[in-house]
C-alpha cells in the first residue's frame, strides 16, 4: 500500500519514539538509587541522566510527528482548493501532545537527578541496635508489682 510521504514520516517517527522510550526505561530501571544494578552512586547518576536525555529525544520525536500530522491536517481542512475527504484533529492527537509532554517533563526530572547527588554528599545514618535484650513480656513478669492500690472510678467519672 502507497502511502504518503508525511504519514510515513509520523510512522517513523513514533516508532524510533516507541523503541526510545523503551531503551529509556531500562537505562532509567538500571540508573535508579534502590536497585542493586549498575555500579556506584556515580555511575547510577550518569545512567540516570542518559535515560533522561533518551527520554527527551523520545518525547521530542512524538511531539514532532503529532505536530506534523496536525499541520498537514488543519492545512488540508482550511484549504478551500482541497477537494478530497477532510479530516479533523482528534482525540489521538491530544493524547500524543500529552504523552509527550509527559515523556519530556520526566526526562528533565531524570536529567535533574544528577546535579542532587554530585552537590550534596548523603548522610547515612547507621542502625545502634536494640537498647536492651529484655522484652517487654518478660519485664512485665520478672518487675516488682506496684503497691499503689487501685484507682476505682464510678460512672461520673468518664462524663
Known sequence: ?????YIQACRGLMISAVC???FGAVFGLFGMKCTKVGGSEQTKAKIACLAGLI???SGLCSMTSCSLYANRITSEFFDPSFV???YELG???FIGWAGASLSIIGGIIFCFSIS???NSARRGYAYNGATSVMSSRTKVHNSVPD???PKHFDKN???
Open 20 to 22: 526510545l522510550g523503551f
Open 55 to 57: 527520554f527527551i529525544l
Open 157 to 159: 467519672a468518664y462524663v
Open 116 to 118: 542532587e547527588n554530585s
Open 84 to 86: 478530497a475527504q477532510k
Open 1 to 5: 500500500v502507497s502511502l504518503t510521504g
Open 91 to 93: 482525540a489521538a492527537l
Open 147 to 149: 503497691k499503689t492500690p
